[in-house]
């Protein structure tokens, strides 16, 4: 499967660069009409004002770098410039389901356990014997992505990879991680040293936290609502890892710059009211952590200059909006911060304030998957279509004058016809919203597909490139899928 994903995106990414007569028309011809598409600001936000202060009261101190003499053997990096954010696009794929277990990305993972309460990472590493389980993550690890696969990524004409990173993976001072399967901290320094090799930038992205910052299966911890926020000690954590890459990752004569950015947390639930002043604090204090390693390194002159070398950090809007974050963390106040902008936390109707949203309210504040939403599962193929071309132009006018934002995670899925995308054993809305309506042809292999819906996927990929090559660029999600997706 792999393979077929891999060059399912090289064809996709190899039509936007060439193109077909066909579908470069069809997709331009609807991202001209849909252009100027409107969106009301959400209700009741206002902008935001930076704050200073360590959520404990005290001082959020830079962690030790963690020694790397258990990695894998891997090639000396290539002392090559960090990404020239701002002045060129981003343009890369996600590393999904290798350092961060998903029961619709791994779900061979998953029922290899035999139990059908194993719902997450932490679920897998409590409710199996340890040292069996173990085993078996390891070996996932070594092969989920492989130095073939960075080769491939480069020779795609792509210039990042995002690797997900839990936190329970990154070494940090006498703090316990269990139950959770530790170890894949190795695996991130070869990774590294793979995207040097091929000359591909980095994006690490702190993808759980402690106690989980949106509640979904994708931080490690499905819950009914996040508990991240709810005690200091897991925010704190949380920044000792921030702290950790930065201070592995930020050391130039080690790794040169390969890691163009550490993103501080993934899809925090800022939608909801006691997460949204935690989070704002908490991007506040990483960013202190920061700034402080830039100082110590003499990257960071008094007067607030930066070295345009060093290492970056990405924030999220949290769901609620770029809008929302006009005049935080930019310059002058501070250098070097990206914005991922996100809005699919909506993993079931039920569990999401944004369901009753207008649609194109929601599709705003992307990492956008147009699949989450009823309103949403809806949409005709030309409306998905034009409404990529929507959310491209409304960002970036949102983040004019902002921070540098970019669509971290996006993908070309019409429908949640992947088995379990909404949590293990939870139903597709797709079939259950429409009687008599299958997911039969619209999922699996892209090799089954019928030759429209193949053009419909071509026209959807190149809108939605065309459109987020409007901000300052783009990451797809993801490279590598797991055979039992394909029902096999």
């Known amino acids: 499967m792999k393979g077929n994903i891999i060059a399912f995106f090289v064809l996709s990414f190899g039509i936007f660069l060439c193109g077909t007569d066909a579908v470069r028309k069809s997709s331009s011809k609807s991202c001209r009409l849909k252009k100027?598409?409107?969106?009301?600001?959400?209700?009741?936000?206002?902008?935001?004002?930076?704050?200073?202060?360590?959520?404990?009261?005290?001082?959020?101190?830079i962690g030790p770098s963690p020694s790397s003499s258990a990695a894998p053997t891997y090639s000396a990096v290539v002392q090559r410039p960090r990404f020239p954010y701002g002045d060129?696009?981003?343009?890369?794929?996600n590393l999904g389901g290798w350092f961060v277990l998903e029961p619709w990305v791994n779900p061979s993972?998953?029922?290899?356990?035999?139990?059908?309460?194993?719902?997450?990472?932490?679920?897998?590493?409590?409710?199996?014997?340890?040292?069996?389980?173990?085993?078996?993550?390891?070996?996932?690890?070594?092969?989920?992505?492989?130095e073939d696969d960075f080769a491939a990524i480069a020779q795609a004409g792509l210039n990042h990879v995002r690797i997900p990173m839990p936190f329970w993976s990154v070494p940090t001072a006498?703090?316990?991680?269990?139950?959770?399967?530790?170890?894949?901290?190795?695996?991130?320094?070869?990774?590294?040293?793979?995207?040097?090799?091929?000359?591909?930038?980095?994006?690490?992205?702190i993808h759980g936290a402690p106690g989980s910052q949106?509640?979904?299966?994708?931080?490690?911890?499905?819950?009914?609502?996040?508990?991240?926020?709810?005690?200091?000690?897991?925010?704190?954590?949380?920044?000792?890892?921030?702290?950790?890459?930065?201070?592995?990752f930020g050391n130039f004569d080690k790794w040169g710059g390969t890691v163009g950015a550490i993103e501080a947390l993934n899809e925090p639930a800022a939608f909801l009211a006691d997460v949204l002043p935690v989070t704002n604090q908490y991007w506040n204090d990483a960013y202190q952590i920061l700034k402080e390693w830039r100082l110590g390194q003499g990257t960071e002159s008094a007067n607030g200059t930066v070295d345009p070398n060093e290492i970056n950090m990405v924030i999220m809007d949290g769901f609620i909006g770029v809008q929302n974050y006009q005049g935080f963390l930019t310059p002058p106040q501070a250098e070097g911060v990206l914005m991922d902008t996100a809005s699919f936390a909506i993993q079931s109707l039920d569990r999401s304030p944004l369901a009753d949203m207008p649609m194109l309210s929601i599709c705003r504040l992307q990492h956008c998957y147009q699949i989450f939403n009823q309103d949403q599962i809806m949409l005709s193929q030309q409306d998905h279509v034009s409404q990529a071309c929507a959310i491209g132009a409304n960002t970036a006018s949102e983040a004019a004058g902002g921070l540098w934002t970019f669509v971290g995670e996006w993908s070309t899925s019409p429908t949640d016809c992947t088995p379990w995308i909404n949590g293990r054993?939870?139903?597709?809305?797709?079939?259950?919203?429409?009687?008599?309506?299958?997911?039969?042809?619209?999922?699996?292999?892209?090799?089954?597909?019928?030759?429209?819906?193949?053009?419909?996927?071509a026209q959807y990929f190149e809108a939605q490139v065309m459109g987020y090559e409007q901000t300052q660029g783009w990451v797809y999600w993801f490279v590598v899928d797991d055979n039992d997706v394909e029902g096999k």
């Not at 029922?111 to 173990?134: C, H, L, M, P, S």
């Open 36 to 61: 100027d598409v409107i969106t009301a600001p959400a209700a009741g936000q206002q902008p935001l004002a930076p704050s200073t202060t360590c959520l404990s009261g005290t001082a959020c101190a």
């Open 88 to 93: 060129q696009k981003i343009r890369g794929v």
């Open 109 to 146: 993972m998953f029922n290899q356990t035999g139990k059908d309460f194993i719902v997450d990472e932490w679920t897998y590493g409590y409710y199996q014997t340890r040292d069996v389980a173990q085993l078996i993550i390891e070996k996932h690890w070594d092969t989920w992505i492989t």
């Open 174 to 205: 006498n703090t316990s991680t269990l139950p959770f399967l530790s170890g894949s901290w190795s695996r991130l320094l070869r990774a590294v040293s793979w995207a040097s090799k091929y000359d591909l930038s980095v994006i690490i992205d």
């Open 214 to 248: 949106n509640g979904y299966d994708n931080s490690g911890l499905r819950l009914d609502s996040p508990q991240w926020q709810t005690a200091p000690e897991n925010v704190n954590h949380t920044l000792q890892v921030f702290s950790v890459l930065i201070n592995e």
């Open 425 to 457: 054993f939870t139903d597709s809305v797709w079939v259950t919203a429409v009687d008599g309506r299958t997911c039969d042809g619209l999922t699996g292999s892209w090799q089954t597909f019928s030759d429209d819906y193949k053009n419909f996927l």
